[in-house]
Each structure stands twice: as structure tokens, then as C-alpha cells.
């Protein structure tokens, strides 16, 4: 195993606090990168009793009326859904479209990747996060694996992979009805091609893999590390992309295609009971990607990884969580940390 270093530097300063007669008061941030791109994040422990600020509660009220209102003319609800959305031609997928279980696959019709498929998850059109079920979330990554293998039939050229959320509109989606959306592109998108190429360069320069070395790292460290389901290891990131981030990293596999029902299975409870502690802290809205390649074309030391954050919550004149400090200087903020996560999730698993 090689060793990973889990750079930190903290910085005090004194300022005279209008709130204690500007009296002087010392406050500290502590800035973190992470060890395999460097990316940066920051927190202030001051920060973490003016959650508030940042993450206000949703608005039962606003959240009952929007799912009602939106779901008059869902094009994902049950009875709309087979007459309102595209299917792909019968070469690709025969039938057009994918169903497993409550979950069908079809075509996105605004497509921002040569391959961009939809997969509306649950007949049901609004779902609080305890809802996410495991076998909602199987059904739909088994769609997506299905559509992964018959594009792999199709297209040689078709190398990269994502399979992606967003959870209402503070996490970017434009319908509120649960569905995912997977790109298979022949180029990768700027994120994950420099996760590739890094794990790449890993692989080179210690002859191990990087997310391999990562778990046995957060294993022993067992600050950050909370459980392993079937071959996936879940972690709180060192230095996260988002709020609350929770990564779970395959044991050995790089391409999604290549998952076993198993493989599938497990990894869809984890994220169930990610999405139920987002609930029980207050959250509603969420992303997750997970990140994989084709095989062999990844290289050695590429792993399956999935990273899942929570979002704003839901209230009249909510704020941007994703600020000058996430969209120009490519930094998050931590407002509670990965350490005291991580101790908190390992009771749910």
C-alpha cells in the first residue's frame, strides 16, 4: 500500500467583534486538499452554528403545492409517460425504450452527450428522501447497465461514463418527478477526464491504484470510513466537492457495464440510507454521479465511484448554495465535517 497524504493548513485571525462590544475575537479556517486532484475546500467551525444561513428548512407548505401543481402535466407520470417521451431507434434498443420495474429508460430529448439517456424512476411523482427505496434505485441502474451494453454493442467509440442525479430544482432538474440520467460520451467531461488521467498517472507513479490505496488508507485512519456493503466502500470525502458528500468506491471494477446484480444491489441500499440521514438532518434536495469508463480503454487503477451531496433546501427566495467560492474558485465549503459525518453514518449502516 502506498501512503496518501491528507493535506490540511489552518489559518487564525483576529478581528474586534461587533456582536461581544468589538471586543477581540479569534476565529480559525482550516483549508483542505484533496490527495488525488488537489482540489481545495474550506471550513470555518464558526460556520457551523449559522447553518442556518445556508441551509434554511424546507417549506412543507411550498413543497405540497409544487408537487401538486407539477404533477398536472408531468411527462414522467405514469399515465403520460409512454406517449410523451422519446424512444431510441430499434437497431440501439429494441422496443425503443427500457422498464424495470417502475423504472423506463428513454431518450432525452435535450441531449448534452451523444448517448443521454432519462430513466424515470417510481410511478409515484414526488418522494421524500426515505423513500428512495433500494429496489426503486436497483430498478434504475439496472435500466441504465441495460443501455450501457447495447450502446457498447452499437458504438465502439463510446468510452466514458456517468450515471447522474438531480433532485429537484435547488440541485439543477427541471422536473420534479425522480428519474436519473446517464451520458456515454467518447470524450470525458472535464471533472471526471481529470479524475482519469490523475488515476492514471497514480497507477504509473506507484505502481497501485489510487482509490485502492484510498480505502486501506480510510480504513486505518477510520475517521472518514463507514462500512462496506457487497464491494463498495463508503467513505465522507477528505476534501468534498459539496455538502455532506458521501463517496462510495468499488472494490475492483471500472466499467458500470461490468457490475453484477450484487454489485447493483448493493450499492443502491447505500445510497437509501444516505438519502434517509440526508432526510433526518433536514435535507430534501440532492445530486449524485457515478463515475465509470469503459474497459480496457480505462487503464489500470480507475475504479467505479460514486460521490452523492445534498443540495438547498426548498423555501420561498431560497439562496444559491453554489456560490463565487464552488463556481469561480472551484472550492467548497464544509459546514459540518467529514470526520463527524462519517461517525454519524456508520449507525445508519
Known amino acids: 500500500m502506498t501512503a496518501i497524504h491528507f493535506e490540511s493548513i489552518a489559518s487564525t485571525f483576529t478581528i474586534r467583534n461587533p456582536q461581544k462590544d468589538f471586543r477581540e475575537d479569534v476565529f480559525q479556517v482550516e483549508v483542505r486538499r484533496d490527495p488525488l486532484l488537489g482540489?481545495?475546500?474550506?471550513?470555518n467551525p464558526f460556520l457551523k452554528d449559522k447553518a442556518k444561513a445556508f441551509f434554511s428548512d424546507s417549506d412543507p407548505a411550498l413543497i405540497e403545492r409544487l408537487a401538486e401543481e407539477s404533477a398536472k402535466t408531468c411527462i414522467f407520470c405514469a399515465d403520460r409517460v409512454e406517449k410523451s417521451t422519446p424512444q431510441y431507434p430499434p437497431e440501439l434498443?429494441?422496443?425503443?425504450?427500457?422498464?424495470?420495474?417502475e423504472a423506463l429508460l428513454f431518450p432525452n430529448l435535450f441531449a448534452i452527450g451523444k448517448y443521454h439517456a432519462v430513466v424515470s424512476l417510481s410511478n409515484a411523482h414526488f418522494l421524500k428522501l426515505s423513500e428512495f427505496t433500494p429496489g426503486l434505485l436497483e430498478n434504475g441502474f439496472q435500466a441504465a447497465r441495460e443501455f450501457l451494453k447495447a450502446v457498447y454493442r452499437y458504438d465502439q467509440s463510446s468510452l466514458c461514463v456517468s450515471v447522474n442525479v438531480n433532485y429537484l430544482f435547488p440541485a439543477g432538474a427541471s422536473l420534479?418527478?425522480?428519474?436519473?440520467?446517464?451520458?456515454?460520451?467518447?470524450?470525458?467531461?472535464?471533472?471526471?477526464?481529470?479524475?482519469?488521467?490523475?488515476?492514471?498517472?497514480?497507477?504509473?507513479?506507484?505502481?497501485?491504484?489510487?482509490?485502492?490505496?484510498l480505502v486501506d488508507a480510510e480504513k486505518k485512519a477510520a475517521s472518514r470510513y463507514i462500512a462496506q456493503t457487497g464491494r463498495w466502500h463508503w467513505m465522507t470525502a477528505f476534501s468534498p466537492l459539496g455538502s455532506n458528500e458521501v463517496m462510495a468506491v468499488q472494490d475492483s471494477e471500472s466499467d458500470f457495464a461490468f457490475l453484477s446484480d450484487a454489485d447493483i444491489r448493493d450499492l443502491s441500499l447505500g445510497i437509501s440510507k444516505v438519502l434517509a440521514f440526508y432526510e433526518n438532518l433536514g435535507h430534501l434536495s440532492f445530486n449524485y454521479t457515478?463515475?465509470?469508463?469503459?474497459?480496457?480503454?480505462?487503464?489500470?487503477?480507475?475504479?467505479c465511484m460514486l460521490k452523492i451531496i445534498n443540495r438547498q433546501n426548498l423555501y420561498p427566495n431560497y439562496r444559491n448554495d453554489d456560490y463565487f467560492l464552488q463556481k469561480m474558485l472551484q472550492t467548497e465549503l464544509i459546514i459540518n465535517l467529514p470526520e463527524e459525518l462519517a461517525q454519524k453514518l456508520r449507525a445508519i449502516f
Do not use: F, W
Not at 482540489?39 to 471550513?43: A, E, G, I, P, Q
Not at 467518447?186 to 489510487?210: D, E, F, I, V
Open 39 to 43: 482540489d481545495t475546500s474550506v471550513y
Open 93 to 101: 434498443v429494441p422496443g425503443g425504450r427500457i422498464r424495470r420495474g
Open 290 to 303: 457515478l463515475y465509470a469508463a469503459r474497459q480496457p480503454h480505462t487503464g489500470e487503477g480507475h475504479r
Open 176 to 213: 420534479v418527478h425522480p428519474h436519473l440520467q446517464m451520458l456515454v460520451t467518447p470524450l470525458a467531461y472535464s471533472y471526471q477526464a481529470r479524475l482519469m488521467q490523475a488515476c492514471g498517472m497514480y497507477y504509473q507513479n506507484k505502481g497501485s491504484a489510487y482509490h485502492a490505496d
